[in-house]
């Protein structure tokens, strides 16, 4: 029964080895992150979207995320650009599962070393705070939007244009 038991393992662990290599037989695609956008125009108004595209003079941005006509990309020229957000699809919720298992984890570090005399495991006492302390405070961090203040100058558009093309579907290469 112990060799049956060694052989067994033997074979999980091959498996398991096995499974670690990524075998494709075809080119990857490159994924791309998804960035949402709202702008504020010179006249106060607002448009909101997906940054699609960056260039010298403009910005191109798309409502949808699923890009089936290029007549709905929306082109706004950098004069007309009065302040800009923008913020990561997604981030909120990574932000929290990151806080809460960040927290989880330092707390069952700290509480290894009691004396392990109290009614809840540490294991439910490092997730019940985890889930408290640490979910509310990693979305708070991840509510935050970078700000790009253009005031409808091209000359500041021009210096902040590396930056943005870093968020855009589609980079531009200068």
């Not at 670690?20 to 994924?31: A, D, G, H, R």
């Not at 607002?46 to 929306?74: C, H, M, P, R, W």
């Not at 109290?118 to 439910?124: F, H, K, P, R, T």
Request: net charge positive.
């Amino acid at each position: 029964m112990k060799t049956m038991t060694i052989h067994l393992s033997t074979v999980i662990l091959c498996l398991t080895l096995l499974l670690c290599f990524k075998v494709n037989s075809q080119e990857e695609t490159k994924k791309v992150k998804i960035y949402k956008i709202w702008v504020e125009l010179t006249d106060k108004t607002k448009q909101k979207g997906f940054l699609y595209a960056v260039d010298d003079t403009s910005l191109k941005i798309v409502s949808k995320k699923s890009l089936k006509d290029l007549n709905e990309i929306t082109t706004i020229n950098a004069k007309d650009i009065y302040e800009v957000y923008i913020k990561r699809r997604g981030k909120v919720w990574r932000s929290a599962l990151t806080g809460m298992l960040g927290i989880a984890v330092v707390v069952e570090l700290m509480m290894v070393s009691g004396d392990g005399g109290s009614l809840v495991s540490n294991e439910a006492a490092a997730v019940a705070i985890g889930v408290a302390l640490g979910a509310p405070i990693g979305a708070l961090l991840g509510i935050r939007r970078k700000e790009f203040i253009i005031n409808g100058y091209e000359s500041v558009f021009k210096a902040k244009y590396e930056e943005l093309n870093r968020y855009a579907m589609v980079k531009q290469s200068e």
